[in-house]
């Protein structure tokens, strides 16, 4: 059973920054695409960033620039470095694992085929 557990997250200041980690168990981490995702009060979920088997990495526009997604194979950990932070970042940040091949698909595929974490809270205050 895929079992996937964010910390990291908390409040923060406007400009300040986070470090949220996602430690994974039960698949063959190495082989799998992972992504950041958020969600806030009364908007839809979000991708964030994901990274892929092959280590490649893809933003979306809210995190690009400011945002660093990385893994860990050696301890099954997803990171995103947060930084330059906004209050409209305020959000539940939830990290996901797909098999590769859905991996640049849109939200709708990975809300239907990958393994979720339980979420995180970040608030940005201003």
């Known amino acids: 059973q895929v079992q996937l557990v964010e910390s990291g997250g908390g409040s923060v200041q406007s400009g300040g920054s986070l470090r949220l980690s996602c430690a994974a168990s039960?698949?063959?981490?190495?082989?799998?695409?992972m992504g950041w995702f958020r969600q806030a009060p009364g908007k839809e979920r979000e991708r964030v960033a994901i990274?892929?088997?092959?280590?490649?990495?893809r933003y979306d526009d809210a995190a690009a620039g400011r945002f660093t997604i990385s893994r860990d194979n050696a301890k099954a950990t997803l990171i995103l470095h947060m930084s330059s932070l906004k209050p409209e970042d305020t959000a539940m940040y939830y990290c996901?694992?797909?098999?590769?091949?859905?991996?640049?698909?849109?939200?709708?595929?990975?809300?239907?085929?990958?393994?979720w974490g339980q979420g995180i809270q970040v608030t940005v205050s201003s």
């Open positions: 996901a694992a797909i098999e590769p091949i859905y991996c640049g698909e849109p939200y709708r595929l990975w809300a239907e085929y990958a393994s």
């Open positions: 990274v892929g088997s092959d280590v490649s990495t």
């Open positions: 039960g698949l063959t981490f190495s082989k799998f695409c």
